[in-house]
């Protein structure tokens, strides 16, 4: 039994329109519309072909029906013309983690949802509420990865194709989901991390999550959240030189970009050292990149620590994608970058810089996750 709503998925997750899979499979464009539709439903060889094109698993379509992230609910930071099928295709993808995460959730214990609705406030005083219910105080932000997953949001990498695409993140059924893009400096996709938290105490079913003031919103609780006023005033001078700037990023672990923002938005560079420090830090290369900056990527505890729980298991990773109806590619690209991949033999690799390449990063310290207490229970289909 195919379901289609899984073809239509996997059309998007691989970018296509409808014509151009009708291209590459040779299948006409009315048969697809039907298969998409349900109105019709192909042949056993059919199927393997639109398979083969797709790069998927033929198990894949004969599934449960899977039901999208709501496009209305997602906040995206991505570039302005980024085209609406590369959104489509990162929004597929993010259906297929959500799938990821709820067959982790029937044999793991995952940390509770704590993550507050806050409308009303004002960026800045939503950051620092956020922070008291977090136990924060004034101290630097710690790893945000770890930060946003232990009060229950689900993070995953976004696919290194779409670079486009900085990050997204969603409510889905009372669960808070983000998706990072890991090309990114560490500086960076730790402000990524803050401004789509921001998404999601702000901008929840009462508020607009896309547009210019969303936004901008969300960069303002970020650098709130990652630069407390109290500790940048305790920290920095007023007009701050460059030098200063550069050896200052690192006590809250952000962009000097990001800092000298911060630095402008709390009235310690007049207008004029705000522009004359950010054309001197785009000279030295900050624009563009973090010139000694942290090096590695923040990784995730709970992905990690769940897929080393089924290590010990003697449960490979490929195994799990095989279960859910995926190839072990699909779904390292939803944990490139965050965890350990697997690479073709059913190995693992580790590289601890992020490139175009798919590849791993060592593994963080681990949070508590209960793995299954019959691991075969966990690969027995539904």
Known sequence: MVTPSRIALAR????????????????????????????TAPRS????????????????????????LPADGISWRARSKTS???????????TLGATLYAWIAESFRLPTVDVPSLGRPDPETAAAMVRTRWELGEAPAPNMVHLL???????FSLDPDHAEVDAFAVWREGVPFVFLNTLKSAERGRFDAAHELGHLVMH??????????????ANTFASAFLMPRASVLGHMPSGAHVDQIIRGKRIWKVSAMALTYRLHDLGLLTDWQYRSTCAELSRLGYRSAEPEGMGER????????????????GVRPSAVAAELGLTSEEMNRLL?????????????????TPTRHLAAV???????????????RAFARP
């Open 362 to 376: 060592s593994s963080p310290p681990s949070v508590a996750a209960r793995p299954p207490s019959n691991p075969a």
């Open 298 to 313: 923040e990784t995730s505890q709970v992905l990690t620590k769940v897929f080393a729980a089924l290590r010990t298991k």
């Open 204 to 217: 929840g079913s009462e508020h607009a999550c896309s547009g210019p003031e969303a936004e901008r919103q």
């Open 149 to 155: 997953e232990a009060h229950g949001v689900r993070v």
């Open 84 to 94: 609406p099928r590369v959104l489509d295709a990162a929004r597929a993808a993010g």
């Open 45 to 68: 060889t059919t199927l393997n072909k639109l398979a083969s094109v797709l790069d998927f698993p033929a198990a894949f379509f004969q599934g449960p029906p899977l039901e999208e």
């Open 336 to 352: 490139f970058g965050l965890t350990l991949t697997t690479v073709a033999g059913g190995g693992q690799q580790t590289a601890p």
């Open 12 to 39: 998007k997750r691989r970018g296509m329109t409808l014509a151009q899979l009708s291209d590459r499979s040779g299948i006409s464009l009315q048969s697809l519309s039907n298969y998409e539709t349900g109105r």
